[in-house]
């Protein structure tokens, strides 16, 4: 994958805070979408955790508008602030500094705060080692012939077993790489109806489960 993709360099953000304001609303939508939500929140006030606890929920639901799912999304992130502020002073750094699993059972607490958003606020905004599952994973995985599982705790150990590295920092650098290349291929290759034929994958995967295979040619 690497070879077909290139090296990603996830996650794309300005600053740590940033990558957990992307992480919740990019829940059921495209990143075009999340950017343009974090585009008018740095043009109204910046995105900074003070700020948006200062701001009223309505006007925040305006603001990320573009990435649907607004009210929701305005009022998730109104619960991690409520979490960020107690419990780390708003202060990323802070948070890095805590245990791993001690933040994971804090952020899974959080009204909408799922398995997803919560392993990647771990691995990308604090360089925590856990590595995200998501659909695309499950999917390309089953599909290889690799896993049967559906469990996410089973798989993100899985995962997290057959990539670590002895150094931490060569640990965390796989896991995001491993993670974005993942979905690059599930975006644009092993999507609902796969294009196998033009796969990088192609030579290794069982295709199982696989019906229809849609092609560019
Ligand atoms: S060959 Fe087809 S099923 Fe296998 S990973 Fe690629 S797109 Fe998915």
């Not at 360099?9 to 300005?14: G, K, R, T």
């Amino acid at each position: 994958m690497l070879d077909a993709f290139g090296k990603q360099n996830w996650w794309p953000a300005d600053s740590s805070f940033e990558v957990i304001i992307g992480a919740i609303l990019t829940q059921q939508t495209s990143w075009k979408n999340v950017e343009k939500a974090i585009s008018s929140l740095k043009k109204e006030g910046g995105l900074n955790p003070e700020f948006l606890n200062y701001i009223e929920l309505g006007r925040l639901e305006q603001l990320i508008k573009p990435s649907g799912f607004y009210k929701i999304k305005a009022q998730r992130l109104k619960n991690f602030l409520d979490y960020f502020l107690k419990e780390y002073n708003g202060k990323t750094e802070k948070m890095t500094e805590d245990n791993t699993i001690k933040i994971r059972k804090e952020l899974l607490n959080i009204n909408g705060i799922g398995k997803e958003t919560a392993d990647s606020t771990l691995l990308y905004a604090l360089n925590k080692e856990i590595f995200v599952i998501d659909a695309y994973t499950k999917r390309i995985f089953f599909r290889l012939g690799i896993v049967d599982t559906n469990d996410y705790e089973k798989l993100r150990e899985l995962f997290e077993n057959s990539l670590k590295e002895k150094d931490h920092l060569n640990t965390i650098n796989k896991f995001k790489e491993m993670h974005a290349l993942i979905v690059e291929l599930g975006k644009n290759y092993c999507k609902k109806d796969p294009i196998c034929n033009n796969c990088p994958l192609f030579s290794s995967c069982k295709r199982k489960g696989v019906k229809n295979e849609y092609s560019w040619n």
